[in-house]
T-cell receptor, first 111, second 113 residues
Framework: EDQVTQSPEALRLQEGESSSLNCSYT??????LFWYRQDPGKGPEFLFT???AGEEKEKERLKATLTKKESFLHITAPKPEDSATYLC????????????FGTGTKLQVIP | DAGVTQSPTHLIKTRGQQVTLRCSPK?????VSWYQQALGQGPQFIFQ???????QRGNFPDRFSGHQFPNYSSELNVNALLLGDSALYLC????????????FGPGTRLTVL
C-alpha cells in the first residue's frame, strides 16, 4: 500500500529564515508527486506536480525537488502569509487516480 | 472561471441519520474525487467518479455512496452516520490524462452529534 510520511509535523520560522519540508514516500511505481497548501478550514490549493527523480519546480518563494524516495519543499525567505499546512501526495502508476496524502507540515512564519 | 464549488458549507446531523453533500467541478473537468479529512490529518480518498460511474474506491464502508450526473456534478451520500464520520469532506475535480492535477473545493464541514 502506498505510504507518505511528512516531517516535521510542525515548523516555526522567523520571517526571512529559509528551511525545507520533507516528504518520504513508498509507492509501487510513481506517476506523480503533488504538493498542496491548505489554509485552516479550506480545501487544499494545488502548488506543484513532480513526475521523475531530479525534477525541480519553483513558484515564488517555494521550490520543490524530487528523488526516488523523497521530495523536499524549500521555502526561501518566508513571509507570514506563507503560514499554512503543506501537504504532499502521491499517485501510483497501477490504479486509476487514487491519491495518497501525508498528514502535512504545519508551517508558522513569525514576523 | 468558477472553481470547484461544494454545498452546504456546514452541516450538523445526529447519529443514524443520512446526509447528502454536493459538488460542482471546475469548468472543463469531468472527473470528481471525494475525500474525508479528519482534524489534523491528511485527506483520505473515498472514491472517484468518471462518466457517471465509480471508477475507484478507497477503504470506506458501503455506507458511503456517490453519484455523478451528466453535467459532471456529483453527490456524496453517507447513511447511518457515526460520530467518527465528523470531518471535512472535500471534493476535487480533474481532467484524465493530466497526471491527476486535482483542484479542490472549499469542503463541507460535517458534525455528527
Amino acid at each position: 500500500e502506498d505510504q507518505v510520511t511528512q516531517s516535521p509535523e510542525a515548523l516555526r520560522l522567523q520571517e526571512g529564515e529559509s528551511s525545507s519540508l520533507n516528504c518520504s514516500y513508498t509507492v509501487s511505481g510513481l506517476r506523480g508527486l503533488f504538493w498542496y497548501r491548505q489554509d485552516p478550514g479550506k480545501g487544499p490549493e494545488f502548488l506543484f506536480t513532480l513526475y521523475s527523480a531530479g525534477e525541480e519546480k519553483e513558484k515564488e518563494r517555494l521550490k520543490a525537488t524530487l528523488t526516488k524516495k523523497e521530495s523536499f519543499l524549500h521555502i526561501t525567505a518566508p513571509k507570514p502569509e506563507d503560514s499554512a499546512t503543506y501537504l504532499c501526495a502521491v499517485l501510483n502508476s497501477g490504479g486509476y487516480q487514487k491519491v495518497t496524502f501525508g498528514t502535512g507540515t504545519k508551517l508558522q512564519v513569525i514576523p | 472561471d468558477a472553481g470547484v464549488t461544494q454545498s452546504p458549507t456546514h452541516l450538523i446531523k445526529t447519529r443514524g441519520q443520512q446526509v447528502t453533500l454536493r459538488c460542482s467541478p471546475k469548468s472543463g473537468h469531468d472527473t470528481v474525487s471525494w475525500y474525508q479529512q479528519a482534524l489534523g490529518q491528511g485527506p483520505q480518498f473515498i472514491f472517484q467518479y468518471y462518466e457517471e460511474e465509480e471508477r475507484q474506491r478507497g477503504n470506506f464502508p458501503d455506507r458511503f455512496s456517490g453519484h455523478q450526473f451528466p453535467n459532471y456534478s456529483s453527490e456524496l451520500n453517507v447513511n447511518a452516520l457515526l460520530l467518527g464520520d465528523s470531518a471535512l469532506y472535500l471534493c476535487a475535480s480533474s481532467v484524465p490524462g493530466l497526471a491527476n492535477e486535482q483542484f479542490f473545493g472549499p469542503g463541507t464541514r460535517l458534525t455528527v452529534l
